[in-house]
């Protein structure tokens, strides 16, 4: 190398170094958050267990060499149940994980990000918030509370719920006292539905004293774990009402900012892994535990009358579109959404539909 162009090589490199300091001496901050939680202690999925809450925490503090650690608390262990938004959104605690439509009555498009009835499966919903833009509208309606928010989790489709009495045509369902959240919730009470939003703690014993009439959770694996078998025996899907279901990791957006660029896609990656392994988590524990319940439980389990399920699609789509009707924020998102869909759908009515009805 020439004179002239070492010099000028090695100033520029001993120039580069304070610009450089803060950086390295940045990555080398540690960082010890807490998390809470929309389900209680012990809770599979929801709270333990592979692509948990929990097990998030464990990950991202493995991939960061203890960089960033994260307390977990589960409902009532630091907050109510469901009281995280405000929690993260005030900097109270940095993290929260519940599902996105639970904050339904403060921010109504939130609820798109859950699941929506007659949706979005667990390969669409992904593709969507992933590939699709759904990540950059669920940032642009959560910036300005201060809040971000990454899919964690994610159950599948679901069951339709318990009943204490059959369920056979649409009339059934006036005057029925049910717990059911999010925009199912609504298309129920058009149909005459007295709709309870309950934590799962609740559900059982609310159940068993007839204080409620039906009951929608999760799945065979996560209903049975809360005994619902032994308060209700009708047992019915079809999965309108939550063809998917998305873990919400919340974060406080200022102690997002604060962290360094590797820390951030840690949490993503995280985030990510957990989201993927709940689903498989799922998909391997329902099976087993649905049998279990039919055989030696003696649960009726069969799928709604084609009837009542058209007539919960009709009411679904109106609520939907009353909605999008009432606040811009929701129109933006709903269109969105629906325009995936229906590229979506007919993706997988060449792959997935068919290969289903091959299988049988």
């Not at 450089?20 to 010890?32: E, K, V």
């Not at 469901?82 to 904050?103: C, I, K």
């Amino acid at each position: 190398m020439k004179r002239r162009n070492f010099l000028t090589a090695s100033a520029f490199a001993t120039a580069s170094v304070p610009l450089a300091a803060p950086s390295i001496a940045r990555a080398q901050d540690t960082f010890t958050w807490q998390m809470t939680n929309a389900y209680g202690p012990g809770s599979p999925f929801y709270v333990e267990g592979p692509g948990s809450p929990t097990d998030f925490c464990a990950k991202v503090e493995r991939m960061s060499g203890g960089r960033l650690r994260i307390q977990h608390f589960a409902a009532g262990e630091l907050i109510p149940a469901l009281e995280g938004f405000d929690a993260v959104s005030s900097g109270t605690v940095q993290m929260n994980a519940a599902n996105s439509y639970f904050w339904a009555g403060r921010v109504p498009a939130a609820q798109y990000f859950t699941t929506v009835p007659f949706g979005l499966n667990f390969q669409g919903q992904n593709a969507w918030l992933y590939h699709g833009g759904g990540m950059e509208l669920w940032d642009e309606l959560y910036e300005p509370l201060g809040v971000k928010a990454l899919p964690m989790g994610n159950t599948g489709v679901q069951m339709t719920g318990w009943f204490r009495e059959p369920i056979e045509t649409v009339e059934d369902f006036r005057g029925l006292v049910m717990r059911i959240p999010g925009l199912a919730g609504r298309v129920y009470a058009t149909l005459g539905v007295d709709v309870r939003l309950l934590p799962g703690g609740e559900i059982f014993p609310a159940l068993e004293r007839g204080v409620i009439d039906a009951a929608e959770f999760v799945g065979p694996y996560q209903d049975r774990r809360l005994g619902l078998q032994n308060a209700a025996k009708y047992y019915y899907t079809t999965g309108w009402h939550e063809p998917c279901n998305v873990t919400e990791l919340l974060i406080n957006r200022a102690a997002w900012d604060s962290l360094p660029d590797d820390l951030k896609a840690i949490v993503e990656a995280a985030a990510m892994a957990c989201n993927i392994e709940s689903h498989t988590w799922c998909e391997a524990t329902n099976a087993e535990a649905l049998a279990d319940l039919v055989e030696n439980e003696g649960v009726i389990a069969d799928t709604l009358p084609e009837a009542v399920v058209e007539a919960l699609r009709e009411a679904t789509m109106a609520v939907l579109e009353e909605g999008a009707a009432a606040d811009p924020s929701v129109r933006k998102v709903h269109d969105a959404f629906m325009a995936f869909k229906a590229q979506h759908d007919q993706w997988s009515g060449v792959s997935e539909r068919p290969f289903h009805n091959m299988a049988g």
